[in-house]
Structures are given as C-alpha cells and as structure tokens.
C-alpha cells in the first residue's frame, strides 16, 4: 500500500506536472526550431511572441465571458483562442514585414538577426505589459478537475490523493493534436514541402521555382499558432504574467537546443527533458521517500536538490553543458 501511495504522489507532483510542462515547452521549442530552420535566426522575441498571443486571447475571453458566453467544462479561452492566433499572426506578419524583411534582403549575418529580435523583444514585452499589466491574471473556467484528491481517495482508499487538472488535460490533447497537424502539413502539402525545401537548400529552392517570400509567410503564420497555443496552454495550467514569459524564454530555447536546433522531433523530446529535469531536481522528495524507506530511516528534511525559486537554472546548466559536449543536440540538429 505505501508503494502505490508513492506512486501516486510521484505522479501527482512530478510526472503529471512534467507531461503537462512538457507538452508547453515542446510546442514552444518547434517555433523557435521552425524559424531556425527556414528564416536561419534565433528569435529572442519568441517568448514575448506568446505573451502577446496568450494576452489577445485573454481579453477575447473576458468579453466571451462577460456576454456570459462559455465553454460549458472546458475553458473559454479554447474559443478566444483562434482570434488570438490571427491577431498574433497580423503581428509577426507586420514585424517581418517593417523590421526582418530589410535585413533578409541585405543578407544580413545571422547574429544582426538576433541582435534585431532583442530589439523586438523589448518592445513586445512592453507593449504587453502597457495593454494587460504586469500583475498576475487569472482566465480559466469551467470543470477545474478531470480526476480530483477527494474523488481518487474514494475510488481507491489511498491515503495519497491523485488530482488531475483539466488544463493538464487539455494541454496534453492540444499539444498531440497541434503535432499531429504541423507534421501533416510540412510532409503532405504542397506548401510543407516547400517550406522543407528551403530549409535544406535555399539556393536550389529557389531554382526549383520555389516563391521565397510564400514560405516565410506560412513559417511566420506557423509559428503564431504554436507560439499563441504555447503560451494560452501554459497561462490557463499556471497563470498568466508577461514577466514569466520573459523568462521562459530559457526553457524553451534550452528544449529547442537540447533536441537538436532545426529539427522538429527533437524539439518535442527536448521540451520533455526539460521539464523532467527541471521538475525532478526542484522537487522535495521527502513525501515519496516516506513511503518508501523505512521508519528509521526516513529523511527528516525536505530532499530537495534546488529550490523552486531556481528552476530556470535547471534549463541554463543542462544548456551550457549540450553546448559544450553536444551542440547539434540529441537529434543532430543544427549546430548553433
């Protein structure tokens, strides 16, 4: 019995929280390896880019919500969502447009891109912070649980509880179906293959008759809807802060990286091993250990490595180190 209370609480504080984190990070990490790819730059102001997605859906979702429309169980912001993707791809659209266009054409040097979409980064970031606020804000409604402690005691007598959110649901089919989709559309139309095409070889590319300025527009549409997705999903399972989002930037390029920079599996993979590690390491194991060890040899403190106040260090070290030793990453990306 104290083996199946461990599980439940490793899996109630670690491997639920980590899927649904991971799933967040993953789709965040396949814009960052989309524009790597195909635009050959690391876009500091992708972060920022879900901030802004996440906030036009929220303010879509309040009025929803104050014209008392809803979602019945699931969140509101699942309706919002689509305007906020539409308005986040008028805005990456119009920053290409005003801002990377002049440098693409100049064949400007991969870090001016960079340097460029710090500058957008800042920007984004205060405008952000201009229309919502820096505070917190709370938009999830409907069902709060799949499964709650309460219900999972009674069901199986366990002393540990197992409580599964609906966001971390939610999140997890988003993240399978969002995927699911993105990989259909690069291997099986027209357009996808375009977009590989131009990835592998732009020179050739463009021999084969490919319009260059088509396939930028569809990876800047693409990654709006996986930014916007990213950013509603881990807003509605957590909270909702521009500063967060500032910071998260870390975990999503380290996931990008770690899985190899440019290729889209390991983006997915990356964005898992991210978040177990950074969950695993900033977790006070105390709870599982008493159930597992015995009386005499319980730990009296809290067995945690880090404190969660650090988590984002997790992401920093697990980075410096694939830089070091493996910079085209798991899945041989491309090296940064």
């Known amino acids: 019995m104290d083996f199946l209370n461990a599980i439940v609480a490793l899996s109630n504080f670690v491997l639920i929280p980590a899927v649904t984190y991971g799933a967040q990070?993953?789709?965040?990490?396949?814009?960052?390896?989309?524009?790597?790819?195909?635009?050959r730059f690391s876009n500091?102001?992708?972060?920022?880019?879900?901030?802004?997605?996440?906030?036009?859906?929220?303010?879509?979702?309040?009025g929803l919500q104050g014209l008392g429309i809803t979602f019945g169980v699931l969140p509101?912001?699942?309706?919002?969502?689509?305007?906020?993707?539409?308005?986040?791809?008028?805005?990456?659209?119009?920053t290409d447009k005003l801002v990377y266009q002049f440098y693409r054409r100049q064949k400007?040097?991969?870090?001016?891109?960079?340097?460029?979409?710090?500058?957008?980064?800042?920007?984004?970031?205060?405008?952000?912070?201009?229309?919502?606020?820096?505070?917190?804000q709370q938009f999830a409604d409907g069902a709060r649980f799949i499964i709650s402690v309460r219900d999972f005691r009674e069901m199986t007598g366990l002393r540990e509880g197992l409580a599964i959110k609906t966001t971390q649901g939610i999140t997890v089919v988003t993240a399978i179906i969002v995927v699911a989709l993105l990989f259909w559309f690069l291997n099986k139309t027209r357009t996808g293959k375009s977009m590989r095409a131009y990835s592998d070889n732009e020179d050739l590319a463009l021999l084969s008759g490919i319009n260059p300025d088509r396939v930028v527009m569809y990876t800047w549409l693409l990654v709006a809807a996986l930014a916007t997705t990213a950013g509603v999903l881990y807003g509605l399972d957590k909270s909702f802060k521009p500063f967060t989002?500032?910071?998260?930037?870390?975990?999503?390029?380290?996931?990008?990286?770690?899985?190899?920079?440019?290729?889209?599996?390991?983006?997915?993979?990356?964005?898992?091993?991210i978040a177990f590690s950074e969950i695993m390491i900033t977790y006070a194991w105390k709870k599982v250990l008493v159930y597992l060890m015995p009386e005499m040899l319980e730990p009296s403190g809290l067995m945690?490595?880090?404190?969660?106040?650090?988590?984002f260090a997790v992401s920093f070290v697990i980075l410096i180190i694939v830089l070091l030793f493996r910079p085209t990453g798991l899945f041989r990306g491309k090296a940064v």
């Open 304 to 311: 945690q490595l880090m404190s969660t106040d650090y988590k």
């Open 108 to 136: 400007a040097a991969p870090v001016i891109f960079v340097i460029v979409s710090m500058g957008v980064m800042f920007i984004m970031n205060g405008l952000v912070r201009l229309f919502i606020g820096p505070d917190d």
């Open 25 to 39: 990070l993953a789709l965040g990490a396949l814009g960052v390896t989309l524009i790597y790819s195909i635009l």
């Open 44 to 62: 500091f102001a992708h972060g920022d880019t879900m901030a802004f997605g996440a906030m036009v859906t929220i303010f879509v979702t309040w």
């Open 76 to 94: 509101t912001a699942l309706l919002a969502l689509p305007i906020g993707i539409a308005a986040t791809g008028l805005l990456v659209l119009s």
């Open 245 to 273: 989002y500032f910071q998260l930037l870390l975990p999503v390029f380290a996931a990008a990286i770690v899985g190899g920079l440019g290729n889209p599996i390991g983006a997915i993979v990356g964005g898992f091993v």
